[in-house]
């Protein structure tokens, strides 16, 4: 309990509105105790508080009633200071460069998280020869599972422990991940070592997956937020698209598989490394007006997970989004999953062509939202993006399982086809990840994103088997009309009609945008 003390002859007023016309606080620590019968006896300390009027300073008694309190300055700075201060006085926005530190390591942790759960799709038959049958496939989908019950933990472990304990603790936790597969060729190709050190890798990767939206909100100005929550989100694309290039020449034997999983392991190792020594928390003063007004409202203390999923779901147009954002994801993991049988109807079989196309469709994922981001981040024409990026997307998965029969394959319009692909279905992802989050403002970023990676995971793993089931359906066409006679495949029209059932639902969005509403408000100019 914190109580303001009234000075001598000072009429009682409540404590913001004394400090409504101060211009800064400061703290003395005077006495402070944790348990041990300093103060009144019950483990109660004091502080002084001083609160600036007319250029002095005048002080306010602060009585703290906590058996259980400790580390005081920091108390004093996270639980003090934002119940006293009731504006930020004069300070305008700013940024800093070291947002972009932030950034990449965010990035090259999501990176090394998936180039790990798919290091040995492009060299399944190797590694399964190696491992005493157990398939790269069962490997894949523990580590979703695994990342799905992460999911759920990570918002409030974020919410406790902070951004920056939260991602160094994971960064660690992946290192030891990488280190056991690498281990276990070592001790006779062991196997359950194997399955730990991917079920650590999996623990850990919800915390570079689900934290984009709030290191955007920590450290990057209004009309950046898009761009950098699209380069964070979408960089796994690249540790996959590595993981098909890389997995693919050096995984091709036992021993390549042995000087792989070592190389995985130590570049792991540098990154969690540069991690702990240069990752942060937050700014000294927050990157845009609506996160000042969350500080200075003190909305910063974040309700249980399971609490803010309710909350989302009630907030109207939250569903639009989060559909919009499980049909990209799982549109992107099917075709990247089953992506040598696609390039097999183009003409494409050789396994160092099927790797680069691979690896095109995963950048292409990556520089679609750094682009469309960006545009997003200066117009915030979230509705027009997406809806733009369905109905193209709807029609570039057409050529991915149609075949004319008058033409033949043509695999130079199978890549082209990928390429656009992962550039319009790609950046839906990031750029709704955002609109969920400008929508719930105040909200918990971190558990916006959760509820969409928790559904787009699960979706994504019930609709897999499906496709690979419907992929054996081949569907004729205007067979009886030579000029026009072709053939379609099942797999391409289940995901044409989850887009163009996700492209009606998300046509009627109309709901308020209460971050870019707060940014707005104010004529503050973001400071860098």
Not at 102 to 125: R, V
Not at 456 to 462: D, I, R, Y
Request: aromatic residues 10%; charged residues 15%.
């Amino acid at each position: 309990t914190i109580k303001m003390m009234k000075e001598e002859g000072e009429s009682s007023t409540t404590p913001s509105s004394r400090l409504e016309e101060g211009r800064g606080v400061s703290i003395a620590n005077q006495n402070h105790s944790n348990g041990n019968g300093n103060g009144n006896g019950n483990g109660n300390g004091s502080h002084h508080a001083h609160h600036r009027v007319g250029g002095a300073f005048q002080p306010l008694e602060l009585e703290l009633e906590d058996d259980n309190r400790s580390e005081d300055s920091e108390y004093l700075a996270t639980s003090l200071l934002p119940a006293l201060a009731s504006k930020w006085d004069n300070v305008k926005p700013q940024v800093y460069f070291q947002r972009w530190v932030q950034l990449g390591y965010l990035s090259l942790l999501a990176l090394m998280s998936d180039w790990i759960c798919f290091s040995t799709a492009a060299s399944p038959q190797p590694f399964q020869d190696a491992y005493g049958g157990h398939s790269s496939a069962s490997l894949i989908d523990l580590f979703l599972f695994v990342n799905v019950g992460s999911s759920f933990l990570v918002t409030d472990v974020v919410s406790k422990f902070g951004l920056q304990r939260s991602v160094k603790a994971a960064s660690v936790l992946m290192g030891i991940g990488a280190w056991c597969r690498s281990v276990s060729f070592y001790l006779n190709r062991n196997y359950p070592l194997f399955v730990l050190g991917t079920i650590l890798v999996g623990a850990a990767q919800p915390f570079f997956q689900c934290t984009p939206p709030l290191l955007s909100a920590h450290w990057f100005a209004s009309d950046e937020r898009a761009t950098s929550t699209a380069v964070a989100l979408n960089f796994n694309q690249i540790g996959i698209a590595t993981a098909f290039l890389v997995g693919g020449q050096m995984g091709s034997t036992p021993g390549g598989l042995q000087n792989y999983f070592l190389l995985i392991a130590i570049l792991c190792t540098v990154v969690s490394i540069g991690t702990l020594l240069q990752f942060q928390n937050k700014p000294p003063i927050p990157p845009s007006t609506s996160e000042m007004e969350k500080v200075e409202k003190g909305e910063t203390a974040e309700p249980p997970f399971l609490v803010s999923a309710r909350n989302f779901f009630r907030t109207p147009g939250f569903c639009r989004p989060l559909v919009a954002f499980i049909c990209s994801i799982s549109i992107t993991n099917i075709v990247g999953a089953f992506i040598s049988e696609v390039m097999e109807r183009g003409g494409i079989t050789k396994p160092s062509q099927v790797a680069m196309a691979g690896a095109v469709f995963e950048v292409s994922i990556v520089l679609g939202g750094i682009i469309l981001g960006g545009y997003v981040d200066r117009t915030k024409a979230y509705k027009n993006v997406t809806l733009g990026c369905l109905a193209i997307s709807l029609l570039l998965l057409l050529p991915l399982g149609l075949t004319e029969h008058k033409l033949g394959k043509e695999p130079v319009l199978m890549v082209l086809s990928l390429l656009g692909l992962g550039f319009f279905t790609g950046p839906i992802q990031p750029i709704n990840a955002e609109l969920a989050v400008d929508l719930t403002f105040p909200g918990d970023e971190t558990a916006v994103e959760s509820v969409q990676q928790i559904g787009g995971n699960l979706v994504s793993a019930l609709l897999m088997p499906c496709a690979q089931w419907a992929a054996r359906q081949d569907f004729q066409l205007f067979s009886k009309i030579p000029l026009l006679a072709s053939d379609i495949r099942g797999d391409v029209i289940l995901l044409m009609m989850v887009t163009a059932l996700t492209y009606f639902y998300f046509s009627s969005f109309d709901s308020p945008l209460k971050r870019t509403i707060a940014d707005r408000s104010s004529a503050n100019n973001v400071q860098i």
